[in-house]
């Protein structure tokens, strides 16, 4: 009994833990999502939280840690980063009238 219960575990562990590539796929979508509801749909409250959840699945490495990432990996979630506050500010502030 308990080591069919181990094997559930570790197999529940196995398969909620994202891997990179599907984390890729995950972040590219959100960030079309939020792409097209911003462009399109001129929905920016919604592009900012679209965008702003693509951060949680880092397309990178994620077993490698912030200092020893290379600079343009620390950039490119920066400017991601500063392109969902811009995102949320300007929906908050343009709703704000």
């Given at each position: 009994m308990l080591?069919?219960?181990?094997?559930?575990?570790?197999?529940?562990?196995?398969?909620?833990?994202?891997?990179?590539?599907?984390n890729?796929?995950?972040?590219?979508?959100f960030?079309?999502?939020?792409?097209?509801?911003?462009?399109?749909?001129?929905?920016y409250?919604?592009?900012g939280?679209?965008?702003?959840?693509?951060?949680?699945?880092?397309?990178f490495?994620?077993?490698?840690?912030?200092?020893?990432?290379?600079?343009?990996?620390?950039?490119?979630?920066?400017v991601?980063?500063?392109?969902a506050?811009?995102?949320?500010?300007?929906?908050i502030?343009w709703?704000?009238?």
């Amino acid at each position: 009994m308990l080591d069919s219960l181990n094997r559930v575990y570790f197999w529940l562990i196995k398969a909620t833990s994202m891997k990179t590539p599907f984390n890729k796929y995950l972040y590219i979508g959100f960030f079309i999502l939020g792409a097209f509801q911003a462009l399109f749909t001129k929905d920016y409250m919604q592009a900012g939280s679209s965008i702003g959840i693509a951060l949680a699945f880092d397309p990178f490495d994620q077993d490698q840690k912030w200092n020893d990432r290379p600079t343009w990996q620390k950039a490119v979630l920066f400017v991601h980063l500063g392109l969902a506050v811009a995102l949320l500010g300007y929906a908050i502030g343009w709703n704000d009238k």
